[in-house]
């Protein structure tokens, strides 16, 4: 069975610039996250979806990130525009319908804001 | 709010030392904590579990257990091995399906 994948591995971009994140749960899992990683530093949560829709989406720092899960499979991470403090790893999970408990981690994508 | 502090790293060990990751939290209700485990290169990966307080989660010869009492859930493997060098990440769920972490401590152990 095929993990969450994250596509770019590494992005790097200027200040300004816009870039989108994607993310591929495992198959079949209704629940998918957002996470991120700033400077060495905690993993916060940012939002979780439910098929297509947004559950809680309280840990998203501000409007220029923009989520979506069209059709409730992947999902895309946008950054319009983006700022220094952007920079960081950004994870994605996901979790079958109803064991909430056991969040299936993506390997992450390096974003690298200059 | 919930929290979770780790001890600062990284920890540097021998090959078949004691390995302890201090972790404590602040939470609200009765969370199910967790620890993860990022190897080079690899998205995290659920390590161990637990619940409810007192129990022990264990895997790969790595064990935790749930202290409500001093809020804890310390990493503790009594022989470390070079192929366990990674950053572990103590967590915390309060049921809101938003995974609370600590800022990760790294291991690295030498031959």
């Known amino acids: 069975e095929a993990g969450v994948t994250q596509f770019p591995s590494h992005s790097v971009i200027e200040k300004g610039q816009t870039v989108t994140l994607r993310c591929d749960p495992i198959?079949?899992?209704?629940?998918l996250y957002w996470y991120r990683r700033v400077m060495g530093k905690e993993i916060k949560f940012l939002l979780h979806?439910?098929?297509?829709?947004?559950?809680?989406e309280s840990g998203m720092p501000n409007n220029r990130f923009l989520a979506e899960r069209t059709g409730g499979t992947y999902s895309t991470l946008k950054v319009q525009p983006a700022e220094l403090e952007d920079s960081g790893v950004y994870f994605c999970?996901?979790?079958?319908?109803?064991?909430?408990?056991?969040?299936?981690f993506g390997p992450g994508t390096r974003l690298t804001v200059l | 709010g919930n929290s979770v502090t780790q001890m600062e790293g990284p920890v540097t060990l021998s090959e078949e030392a004691f390995l302890t990751i201090n972790c404590t939290y602040t939470?609200?209700?009765?969370?199910?904590l967790f620890w993860y485990v990022q190897y080079p290169g690899e998205g995290l990966q659920l390590l161990l579990k637990?619940?409810?307080?007192?129990d022990k989660g264990s895997n790969k010869g790595f064990e935790a257990t749930y202290r409500k009492e001093t809020t804890s859930f310390h990493l503790e493997k009594g022989s470390v091995q070079v192929s366990d060098s990674a950053v572990y990440f103590c967590?915390?769920?309060?049921?809101?399906?938003?995974?609370?972490f600590g800022s990760g401590t790294r291991l690295q152990v030498q031959p």
């Open positions: 999970a996901s979790s079958q319908t109803g064991r909430t408990d056991t969040q299936y």
């Open positions: 198959s079949g899992h209704d629940n």
């Open positions: 939470a609200t209700g009765y969370p199910s």
């Open positions: 979806f439910v098929k297509e829709s947004k559950q809680d």
């Open positions: 967590a915390l769920d309060t049921g809101r399906r938003a995974l609370t």
């Open positions: 637990a619940t409810k307080a007192d």
